[in-house]
């Protein structure tokens, strides 16, 4: 494993990965209502609200799938798509292929990476073109070989989402990426649930990806809230994507479980200070916690203690505060002799016995 996600991007390298700090991706998806304006807006929105980069989608209805109302091709599943046929939910959904090079160049000049989830081969000659920095791979697509040989042959770094994948589809994945030129893949955990519940989330299989794959890790969370995606930083995630909007009253494909944007603000805040807060291990005492040292035990004189006599439990105790020896010594100082007179509560020390 390379050990970060390195991004070329306009102003610099930008590493990702541990050691980093936590690559935030805000998703544009469909929430542009296939305004232009809005698009702007939305990137905009997520700049002041801190994240790194934002990401779009490329496809058009007729790249996923035909015009066709037959069964098979209405969704079923019980949300907000509930049956639209697929090409007319891609039609509200796709963001134009005439707006992105002037998004991704508006984008960068409000400091944000902005890349893309190509959805077939021609998607990845025109991101090409617009010379991204990186692609995603949504988690419907990783089984896609073809697109994913396509996508590793452009040299760059990917970050796959694992969804319904299992662990044979993810190890083929990554190895069809590397073996076409990716540098690096990083696999973002994913529960393909619109919105997804608490519930559902399985935080823990992140460590799992990282050990068994060894690989840079992180979360696309479809979930509304902080929780879930607070919580896979503390468990290992150095990526973490999430839906964004303006305002999920004014709808679209994926508003139900997008941020708004002081959400999205209070996220990067808090995974900020999430990682701060973790940090990496020590086990040495920090420069402000040196002045509690003294509310350690140690070793003190309970009693006055003439010189020549013998210490014992009588007249020596292990107490507050921690000027005197260490209590593991206590056995040790137990019928030693004081070379001199001692007061009541004076820090035992070395030099004071025989």
Known sequence: MTDCLEIITPTGLRKVGPGQEVFIVAEMSGNHNQSLECAKQIIEAAAEAGVDAIKLQTYTPDTLTIDCDKDYFKVKTNNSWKGETLYSLYQKAFTPWEWQAELKAYGEAKGLIVFSTPFDETAVDFLEELKVPLYKVASFEIGDLELLAKIGQTKKP?????????????????????????????????????????????????????????????????????????????????????????????????????????????????????????????????????????????????????????????????????????????????????????????????????
Not at 199 to 213: C, R, S, V, W, Y
């Open 158 to 354: 990917v970050i796959i989402s694992r969804g319904l994948a299992s662990v044979e589809e993810i190890n083929e994945a990554i190895n069809t990426l590397k073996d076409n030129g990716a540098p690096t893949v990083a696999i973002l955990h994913c529960i393909s649930a619109y919105p997804a519940n608490p519930e559902q989330m399985n935080l823990a299989t992140i460590p799992d990806l990282k050990q068994k794959f060894n690989e840079i890790v992180g979360l696309s969370d479809h979930g509304l809230g902080l929780v879930a995606s607070l919580t896979s930083i503390a468990l290992g995630a150095t990526i973490i994507e999430k839906h964004f909007t303006l305002n999920r009253a004014d709808g679209g494909p994926d508003a139900a479980f997008s941020l708004e944007p002081q959400e999205m603000k209070e996220l990067v805040t808090a995974i900020r200070q999430a990682t701060k807060a973790i940090g990496s291990p020590t086990y040495e005492i920090g420069k402000i916690e040196e002045e509690n040292l003294v509310f350690k035990r140690s070793i003190f004189t309970i009693a006055k203690i003439e010189k020549g006599e013998k210490l014992t439990r009588q007249n020596i105790r292990c107490i507050r505060p921690g000027y005197g020896l260490a209590p593991k010594h206590l056995n040790k100082v137990l019928d030693m002799e004081a070379v001199c007179q001692i007061d009541r509560g004076v820090p035992l020390d070395w030099k004071l016995l025989k």
